[in-house]
């Protein structure tokens, strides 16, 4: 069964950077097959699409984070990670990582990412 561990999240000052990394343990060779994203949650809410990133490459954003988040791959390590520059409080969430656009494996922890003057 595939686990997914997240990593990299932090307590940042607003126009602060981070770099979230996700990988999927026990995927094998599904993993450069397959469609990879990240979600965010806040309290009392649903996780919601951040960004994505198909097996050849091919990037998806949510409006919001154009231009400041960045998803790459590396299928070799089976690892998805998330670049994220000119934070804003608003990001603060619980960010997780599995397939896109649907969710096909267990979620993992997650990463808690508080963007905060």
């Known amino acids: 069964q595939v686990r997914l561990v997240e990593s990299g999240g932090g307590s940042v000052r607003p126009g602060a950077s981070l770099r979230l990394s996700c990988t999927a343990l026990g995927s094998g060779d599904l993993f450069s097959s397959t469609s990879m994203g990240w979600f965010r949650q806040t309290p009392g809410n649903a996780r919601t699409f951040v960004a994505s990133i198909r097996a050849g490459g091919t990037t998806f954003y949510t409006d919001s984070v154009k231009g400041r988040f960045t998803i790459s791959r590396d299928n070799g390590k089976n690892t998805v990670s998330l670049q994220m520059n000119s934070l804003k409080p608003e990001d603060t969430a619980v960010y997780y990582c599995?397939?896109?656009?649907?969710?096909?494996?267990?979620w993992g922890q997650g990463t808690q990412v508080t963007v905060s003057s």
């Open positions: 599995n397939t896109a656009p649907i969710a096909y494996f267990p």
